[in-house]
């Protein structure tokens, strides 16, 4: 860990300074939350998540489904939900009602798996951190795991079986190779694994615990974001007495990130940073937090899904956006397909990101909240539904098309120790005013992309920037501009 990131963490808690210092943890959460966050973490604000396994093969849910798993990744579990689920009359009808799901392992084969080119259309996205499923609720690994063939009998990993190949390793090291955090999606349970039906607390000594060490050993993940949590508590899945060894012993205890899915007592309470999961993320807290979403309803890739059910380009990066505001970063899925290529649309929409950050990345890239994230037009300003999983995010209607009588969203705000970004969703022309802006003195307003300064007056808290009509039609098409208030607070 840089020097740099160290004392700006251990800034941000400084009760937890001792602790880092001795670099010894026990095996109970008050030690284990005593760890400050690595810096790079909040700094990064943008990661990839990737969805890839055998349920890459039938590659199905059902969409906008009501009392359906739409996430494409629980096909297995979805088969079991009766003869009348729409996974299992898919199941029937495609591949007939005899072909057990293990039979997909062999199809899995990652025949155009690229992982140099999967790399560098991450670090292009703009994003700074990927975390990949090693292993997902399935059980199949994308290593090679002993303690996957040894509990489920059979060969269960993408070495000895399907793409033959270490994937998840082959991916680390390219992203490494491009500066990206690699890390881990890693799930505590298994649904239908033998040792986890007929006894827990074997599966958890003799199954879990080698196998998660095996696979931080193995692959020296920057960040864990662990799942499948939520049947047993923490002391059940003996958390605390892994993280202890994970931030004791491990190859990398100093830079691992870790978040709170480590027991059904646990979240947004325990471990590191908070998720949430397909909603609008959380509202200013204080503690790191993180929303993470497929670009359609599946992290999983669904081939039943179509243009319409994927989110725009500007909506997605509007998301970016207004989750930074917020003090959050925004882990966005993407879901390969079963050989081994990222779909067109994914690519796409993850280039478009990029395109916007590289000139504007300043405004995002170790920034943090203010007290005042947004400036609404006049209106009653709507309330977005705090939850864990599964909210609306309505986006669009917040800053293009609200319905009549709402207000709009005008600017985001990001700051950092120098300067509050103002992120404008249009193209600005003519005056724009911003509310509750402070300064001790002189504010110099720039646009980010170019550095073209703009004059400006402050009348009390409310800056008012003016912008040749000349210059904003020079400037370039973009889905938001950013204008740089230097000396503001």
Same mark, same amino acid.
């Given at each position: 860990?840089?020097?740099?990131?160290?004392?700006?963490?251990?800034?941000?808690?400084?009760?937890?300074?001792?602790?880092?210092?001795q670099?010894?943890?026990?095996?109970?959460?008050?030690?284990?939350d005593?760890?400050p966050?690595?810096?790079?973490?909040?700094?990064?604000?943008?990661g990839?998540?990737?969805?890839?396994?055998?349920?890459?093969? &039938?590659?199905?849910?059902?969409?906008n489904?009501?009392?359906?798993?739409? =996430?494409?990744?629980? #096909?297995?579990?979805?088969?079991n939900?009766?003869?009348n689920s729409?996974?299992?009359?898919?199941h029937?009808?495609?591949?007939?009602?005899?072909?057990?799901?293990?039979?997909?392992a062999?199809?899995?084969?990652?025949?155009?798996?690229? &992982?140099?080119?999967?790399?560098?259309?991450?670090?292009?996205?703009?994003?700074?951190?990927? %975390?990949?499923?090693?292993?997902?609720? +399935?059980?199949?690994?994308?290593?090679?795991?002993a303690?996957?063939?040894?509990?489920?009998?059979?060969p269960?990993?993408?070495v000895d079986?399907?793409?033959?190949?270490d994937?998840?390793?082959e991916l680390? +090291?390219?992203?490494?190779?491009?500066g990206?955090?690699?890390?881990?999606?890693?799930?505590?349970?298994e649904? #239908?694994?033998?040792?986890?039906?007929?006894?827990?607390?074997?599966?958890?000594?003799?199954?879990?615990?080698?196998?998660f060490?095996?696979?931080?050993?193995?692959l020296?993940?920057s960040?864990?974001?662990?799942?499948?949590?939520w049947e047993?508590?923490?002391s059940?899945?003996r958390?605390?007495?892994? !993280?202890?060894w994970?931030?004791?012993e491990?190859p990398?205890?100093?830079?691992?990130?870790?978040?709170?899915?480590w027991?059904?007592?646990?979240?947004?309470k325990?471990?590191? =940073?908070?998720?949430?999961?397909?909603t609008?993320?959380?509202?200013?807290?204080?503690?790191p937090?993180?929303?993470?979403?497929?670009?359609?309803?599946? =992290?999983?890739?669904?081939?039943?899904?179509? %243009?319409?059910?994927y989110?725009?380009?500007?909506e997605?990066?509007?998301?970016?956006i207004?989750?930074?505001?917020?003090?959050?970063?925004?882990?966005?899925?993407?879901?390969?397909?079963?050989?081994?290529?990222?779909?067109v649309?994914?690519? +796409?929409? !993850?280039l478009? !990101?990029?395109?916007?950050?590289?000139?504007?990345?300043?405004?995002?890239?170790?920034?943090?909240?203010?007290s005042?994230?947004r400036?609404w037009?006049?209106g009653?300003?709507?309330?977005?539904?705090?939850?864990?999983?599964?909210?609306?995010?309505?986006?669009?209607s917040?800053?293009?098309?609200?319905?009549?009588?709402?207000a709009?969203?005008?600017?985001?705000?990001?700051?950092?120790?120098?300067?509050?970004y103002?992120?404008?969703p249009r193209?600005?022309?003519?005056?724009v005013?911003?509310?509750?802006?402070e300064? %001790?003195?002189?504010?110099?307003?720039?646009? !980010?992309?170019?550095?073209?300064?703009?004059?400006?007056?402050?009348?009390g808290?409310?800056?008012r920037?003016?912008?040749?009509?000349?210059?904003?039609?020079s400037?370039?098409?973009?889905?938001?501009y950013?204008?740089?208030?230097?000396?503001?607070?």
């Amino acid at each position: 860990m840089r020097r740099r990131d160290l004392l700006r963490a251990c800034a941000a808690a400084p009760l937890a300074w001792a602790a880092y210092g001795q670099n010894r943890y026990q095996p109970t959460w008050e030690s284990i939350d005593s760890r400050p966050s690595p810096g790079w973490y909040p700094d990064a604000k943008f990661g990839i998540f990737i969805h890839w396994g055998v349920y890459s093969v &039938p590659a199905y849910a059902p969409v906008n489904s009501k009392g359906e798993a739409m =996430y494409a990744e629980w #096909y297995w579990n979805s088969l079991n939900k009766g003869p009348n689920s729409s996974t299992r009359r898919f199941h029937d009808r495609v591949y007939g009602p005899d072909f057990p799901y293990f039979d997909f392992a062999p199809m899995f084969k990652a025949e155009f798996y690229n &992982p140099d080119h999967w790399a560098d259309v991450f670090q292009r996205s703009g994003a700074r951190y990927v %975390a990949l499923t090693s292993k997902h609720h +399935e059980g199949f690994t994308l290593w090679k795991s002993a303690e996957a063939n040894r509990t489920w009998r059979r060969p269960w990993n993408a070495v000895d079986i399907g793409p033959r190949r270490d994937i998840a390793l082959e991916l680390m +090291e390219a992203g490494r190779r491009k500066g990206l955090h690699m890390g881990i999606y890693y799930s505590l349970y298994e649904w #239908y694994n033998p040792l986890y039906l007929s006894d827990k607390t074997r599966y958890v000594a003799e199954h879990m615990f080698p196998q998660f060490k095996d696979a931080v050993t193995h692959l020296k993940p920057s960040i864990i974001f662990s799942d499948g949590e939520w049947e047993l508590p923490s002391s059940d899945w003996r958390s605390p007495e892994l !993280l202890a060894w994970l931030f004791n012993e491990s190859p990398v205890r100093d830079e691992v990130v870790i978040d709170d899915r480590w027991g059904k007592d646990t979240r947004h309470k325990h471990g590191g =940073y908070y998720t949430t999961e397909y909603t609008s993320g959380m509202q200013q807290a204080a503690h790191p937090w993180e929303e993470s979403r497929g670009m359609g309803y599946s =992290y999983g890739y669904n081939r039943n899904e179509n %243009a319409t059910d994927y989110r725009t380009d500007r909506e997605l990066l509007m998301m970016l956006i207004d989750i930074v505001s917020r003090g959050g970063n925004l882990l966005l899925d993407i879901g390969p397909t079963a050989d081994g290529r990222i779909p067109v649309i994914m690519e +796409e929409r !993850l280039l478009q !990101l990029g395109d916007w950050l590289r000139p504007n990345g300043e405004a995002i890239y170790g920034t943090h909240a203010r007290s005042v994230t947004r400036q609404w037009s006049q209106g009653a300003v709507p309330k977005l539904e705090v939850k864990e999983y599964m909210s609306d995010y309505p986006i669009s209607s917040l800053v293009d098309t609200p319905p009549a009588g709402n207000a709009r969203v005008d600017a985001f705000f990001t700051a950092n120790s120098g300067a509050i970004y103002a992120i404008l969703p249009r193209r600005p022309s003519g005056e724009v005013v911003l509310d509750g802006i402070e300064t %001790a003195g002189q504010v110099q307003v720039t646009l !980010l992309e170019g550095g073209q300064p703009l004059d400006s007056t402050m009348q009390g808290k409310q800056l008012r920037v003016r912008v040749p009509a000349a210059l904003a039609a020079s400037l370039p098409a973009r889905q938001a501009y950013v204008l740089k208030l230097a000396g503001a607070k």
